[in-house]
């Protein structure tokens, strides 16, 4: 099993930044894709920004140029680095990591962080 905690979420104003962390622990397989996916009230959960473990990176179209992901494999750690946020950015924002375990893909989800973006 793996468990994610994701911290950082909040209330800011249009125009502010924010920095979203995901910190895994359990059973760490070193080949894996971490990433942030966003769920407003009545909608799907669609991918904000992924990361690998080797560092390839993709982004929504909706969030590039303002969005970065990053991680630090020593830490097994994600970031998402929000800045120019938009109320159409709010949501709860979930961390996922997808590891592959002796061939087998799979999936597991953290809590959620809240963020809210409003004047």
């Known amino acids: 099993q793996v468990q994610l905690v994701e911290s950082g979420g909040g209330l800011v104003q249009p125009g502010g930044s924010l920095r979203l962390s995901c910190a895994a622990s359990?059973?760490?397989?070193?080949?894996?894709?971490m990433g942030w996916y966003r769920q407003a009230p009545g909608k799907q959960r669609p991918l904000v920004a992924a990361?690998?473990?080797?560092?390839?990176?993709n982004y929504a179209d909706s969030v590039k140029g303002r969005f970065t992901i990053s991680r630090d494999n020593a830490k097994n750690t994600v970031y998402l680095q929000m800045n120019n946020l938009k109320p159409e950015d709010t949501g709860v924002y979930y961390c996922?990591?997808?590891?592959?375990?002796?061939?087998?893909?799979?999936?597991?989800w953290g809590q959620g962080t809240q963020v809210t973006v409003s004047s």
């Open positions: 359990g059973s760490i397989f070193s080949i894996n894709t």
């Open positions: 990361i690998t473990s080797g560092g390839t990176t």
């Open positions: 996922k990591r997808t590891q592959n375990q002796f061939g087998v893909p799979r999936d597991y």
